[in-house]
């Protein structure tokens, strides 16, 4: 990257560390209401969408149509219920929907639906498809002559679709500069390790090989993490598409969920939502 690294105030750090805690206990109040959710999902990538939601990402608070707005995608549409907390703390939704979190009526379900939520800008959870739609959005931008950037945040367990890597190839070969990919490298998909599932590393080999400009990073660390993002938003000489591989500890937050594959869907009995809810305000991530 050509230029200086765009460092966080310690000030900085702290909002996004207070943002990314609050989409863990928004989480865990949320399934209760449900009965069922991803609460590990959501904390793998807790920090990725604090960085993203309240600092990195260009959008302007009650304007979830804005045309200028950066986009934001993910292939792990099951960590939506993470995602509402946001978009109702940024005025895209009323509050007072996430009360109602998959009830009957609701337009809050266990993925997102950009046809019912402001402020979703695609609707997922059928893996695979995210980054295609990510890279037709940059096009777009492009033919219309618009600055936004696109961020496609996909799970590791997602590299094991060919979708992806067709685009990944559509990407690089159109230099879509304006797209930005990010991997949830939590090393756990649905059934058990993602490299007892189906292999996919070397990750930083494939995506540089496809043409893509690659940074791997601790995907908790919001310092190197937010730096990273700003910097690659800012390059404006970059001619490739980039990947962000994110290091990340699926259930990070709460001990008892940590590399745990049986968290991937879940429900808290009450006596460990509360060991949780300690947990989540008493450690700094």
Request: some cysteine.
């Amino acid at each position: 990257m050509p230029h200086e690294p765009q460092t966080l105030t310690v000030e900085e750090i702290q909002v996004l560390r207070d943002k990314a805690r609050f989409v863990r206990l928004e989480t865990i109040r949320l399934i209760e209401i449900a009965k069922i959710g991803h609460y590990s999902s959501v904390f793998s990538c807790a920090e990725i969408f604090a960085a993203l939601y309240y600092d990195v990402m260009n959008i302007r608070r009650g304007e979830p149509a804005w045309p200028e707005r950066d986009r934001f995608l993910m292939g792990k549409g099951h960590a939506a219920v993470g995602l509402f907390p946001i978009l109702a703390d940024h005025d895209f939704i009323p509050a007072s929907l996430l009360n109602g979190y998959t009830r009957l009526g609701s337009p809050l379900g266990d993925h997102p639906d950009m046809t019912k939520v402001p402020g979703v800008d695609f609707s997922s959870g059928s893996i695979g498809h995210a980054l295609s739609n990510g890279v037709g959005m940059a096009v777009g931008g492009r033919l219309n002559k618009q600055d936004f950037n696109v961020f496609v945040m996909l799970g590791d367990g997602e590299m094991q679709e060919g979708q992806v890597w067709e685009a990944a190839l559509f990407a690089a070969h159109n230099k879509l500069s304006k797209l930005i990919a990010i991997v949830d490298r939590n090393g756990f998909q649905l059934d058990g390790k993602v490299d007892d599932v189906m292999g996919v590393e070397s990750l930083k080999e494939k995506w540089a090989a496809f043409g893509w400009e690659v940074h791997e990073v601790d995907g908790h660390n919001l310092q190197d993490l937010t730096t990273l993002l700003r910097t690659l938003k800012a390059d404006k000489q970059r001619e490739k598409p980039a990947c962000i591989i994110a290091k990340t500890v699926k259930g990070k937050g709460v001990s008892f969920m940590e590399t745990e594959p049986g968290w991937h869907l879940g429900y808290l009995a009450p006596d460990d939502a509360t060991a949780a809810i300690e947990e989540i305000m008493s450690r700094e991530i």
